[in-house]
């Protein structure tokens, strides 16, 4: 079913998965499908696309306060973390236990395919409320960094939580090491400035805020040289060749000016985010809602319902038209375990309790009433079931 279609009893809140598509989006998009052209090409065909590029190029650039050419697009935020780590070309990874797989994996590939020894990884704890020390970062880096590469996500996609990136990426420098920041989750939630956060790297991803899928963007400060992952092509500075996504890219720039409007929503976003909070934990007393001492961002809620697997709760909630989720969407669709609450120092039955729920900018009060609702239906159904 299209959630955009006009039935209310549908509710999407899974925004941290992908955000709804901005109907200004989609208007853009729709109008450039017929444009001819490869942006490659000097004709005037091949010059109108190349035009849509950089005036996206200029938006998102502008969305995040920094130059247009410090901007690469890439297919996604998963393409642009595999970019930064290993295009870095640096030996030493230093990495927080709770960054997305696309960071835990990619650096893990590094060393199987360039050997033991040729690269290492030190990974840094978090409190229990899932925020990273930065004194840890700094000594992990040690007292020689130029060989270092710190990536510590800006806000957890799973518990919200909000990394002290500028206090972080400060101690970074001072060792020589360079920073990456995975701020996927950052756009329209929070404030986002990288000349402000003093980071070196940084990735964003278009369908987290209003965009469409498959299309994302890495900045790469203008001091920093990357190695390409593929070659065959100069297009992007030669760091991601092959023929531009002309059409997403489009959508992207729109959606990153878009943005100021929802970070001026934020204030009624997090408003309903606290009050399902606090209606959850006056219908069930057992409730727990993760990191919620931390500053987290204020669309996203972390909780548990006792006693019910996360993967039974995800689905008893879509039966009944609510869509949330489990945790990170990378999983092939799999329900499992989170590395995130785990690393909080939960207890198993704690973790396999826990579903995320995440709002944006097409959610109303009506949505949190209707969750509650079902949630409580669904939890007052399986007490009944079970006690009998």
């Keep these: 079913m299209d959630v955009n279609e006009k039935d209310t009893q549908v509710v999407y809140l899974d925004y941290n998965a992908t955000s709804l598509i901005k109907p200004e989006v989609v208007k853009e998009m729709t109008s450039l499908l017929s444009l001819a052209g490869n942006p490659s090409s000097v004709h005037q065909f091949g010059r109108g696309a190349r035009d849509v590029i950089e005036t996206s190029r200029d938006r998102v650039a502008n969305m995040i306060g920094s130059q247009p ?9 998963t393409e642009s ?17 709770i960054e997305h797989p696309s960071i835990l994996e990619a650096a ?26 930065p004194s840890s970062v700094e000594k992990a880096i040690g007292s020689d960094g130029e060989n270092v590469l710190v990536s510590i996500m800006l806000a957890n996609n799973e518990t919200g939580v909000i990394q002290p990136i500028h206090e972080i990426a400060s101690l970074v420098k001072d060792r020589g090491a360079l920073i990456h920041c995975d701020a996927v989750q950052a756009p329209g939630r929070i404030p986002l400035d990288v ?13 987290k805020f209003g965009g469409p899928k498959g299309v994302g963007a890495l900045f790469i400060s203008d001091n920093i040289t990357l190695n390409p992952l593929v070659t065959g092509g100069g297009q992007e500075r030669g760091l991601r060749p092959g023929t531009e996504n002309v059409i997403g890219i489009a959508g992207f720039g729109i959606a990153a000016d878009l943005v100021g409007q929802d970070l001026q929503n934020v204030g009624h976003i997090a408003k309903l985010r606290d ?10 007393p057992k409730v727990r809602v993760f990191s919620k001492d931390a500053k987290r961002l204020p669309n996203t809620t972390c909780l548990s319902m006792p006693g019910v697997q996360s993967e039974m709760q995800v689905m008893g909630l879509d039966l009944a038209g609510v869509a949330v989720s489990a945790g990170s969407a990378c999983s092939s669709g799999k329900v499992e375990p989170s ?24 959610s109303k009060k009506s949505d949190v009433e209707k969750l509650v609702s079902v949630w409580q239906a669904f939890y007052a159904g399986l007490s009944t079931r079970y006690s009998n």
């Design 275 to 284: 009050s399902l909070e606090n209606k959850l934990c006056s219908l069930e």
């Design 339 to 362: 590395h995130v609450l785990a690393a909080l120092g939960l207890p198993s039955e704690d973790v396999g309790c826990a579903i995320r729920i995440s709002f944006g900018w097409g």
């Design 108 to 133: 893990k590939s590094m060393l199987k395919y360039e050997g033991q020894g040729e690269r290492s990884i030190e990974f840094v704890s978090v409190d229990e409320n899932g925020v990273v020390d």
């Design 81 to 97: 973390n595999n970019m930064a780590l290993f295009g870095s070309g640096r030996k030493r990874i230093v990495l927080s236990v």
């Design 69 to 77: 050419d410090e901007i690469i697009f890439t297919g996604g935020g």
């Design 195 to 207: 000349k402000m956060l003093g980071i070196d790297l940084l990735s964003i991803s278009a369908h």
